[in-house]
């Protein structure tokens, strides 16, 4: 079983529909990222949580530290959201990034 | 404008050769970072340095080299010893070793026929 686990490996999505995609992992962490992967290949952060929720823009991330797990929302999705979202943990042993598979994200028009 | 760098962006060499891919930052981050992505599969670390002069495995070296003789550079070397080299290779740095956040490049794809 991988340490992080992403869920669904694929989602297919109206522009407009509210975007759920969710992370599980097993080690115990200092904190998460959640990252944006365009076709290009180039990565963004968009989040690093260690508690509670963040905001930015259409974007909301959240944590539960108790239940190891977080979650990546997209209100109102468009079609340039379309990318793999990659959750990533930086576990409690320093500096080690632990990575989901990622998740493919299409919107259509 | 601050960032990483990595060129190019695709590589082509015919297996039992050795190619070194670069990545340059001008960040001022001490640590740097090579990972490698494959279909379906999460990143996983190839190696990573601390500091100048300094460098340690990750979970997936063999086959793999890499050098840091300057804090702005960090080049992999994938050998003719790695069995499966084809794949998306991405260098990533962060300001200290024990930063949680990480900067990446735009990624190397290397194919290897």
């Known amino acids: 079983k991988n340490e992080v686990e992403q869920s669904p490996q694929n989602l297919t999505a109206q522009e407009g529909e509210f975007i759920t995609i969710n992370c599980s992992y097993s080690?115990?962490?200092?904190?998460l990222h959640w990252l944006q992967q365009h076709p290009g290949g180039g990565i963004v952060s968009l989040f690093m949580?260690?508690?509670g929720k963040k905001k930015h823009g259409r974007l909301i991330a959240t944590i539960n530290i108790q239940e190891k797990h977080s979650s990546l929302h997209i209100t109102a999705s468009h079609p340039r959201d379309s990318a793999v979202y990659i959750c990533?943990?930086?576990?409690?042993?320093?500096?080690?990034?632990?990575f989901g598979q990622g998740t493919i994200l299409t919107v259509h028009p | 404008d601050g960032g990483i760098t990595q060129s190019p962006k695709y590589l082509f060499r015919k297996e039992g050769q050795n190619v070194t891919l670069s990545c340059e930052q001008n960040?001022?981050?001490?640590?740097m970072y090579w990972y490698r992505q494959d279909p379906g599969q999460g990143l996983r670390l190839i190696y990573y340095?601390?500091?100048?002069?300094?460098?340690q495995k990750g979970d997936i070296a063999e086959g793999y080299s890499v050098s840091r003789e300057k804090k702005e550079s960090f080049p992999l070397t994938v050998t003719s010893a790695q069995k499966n080299p084809t794949a998306f290779y991405l260098c990533?740095?962060?300001?200290?070793?024990?930063?949680?956040?990480?900067?990446f490049g735009p990624g190397t794809r290397l194919t290897v026929t």
């Open positions: 949580l260690s508690s």
């Open positions: 990533a740095s962060s300001i200290r070793p024990t930063t949680n956040e990480q900067y």
């Open positions: 990533a943990v930086y576990g409690t042993s320093y500096g080690k990034l632990t």
């Open positions: 340095s601390q500091i100048v002069n300094d460098f």
């Open positions: 080690v115990g962490i200092s904190a």
């Open positions: 960040l001022n981050h001490d640590a």
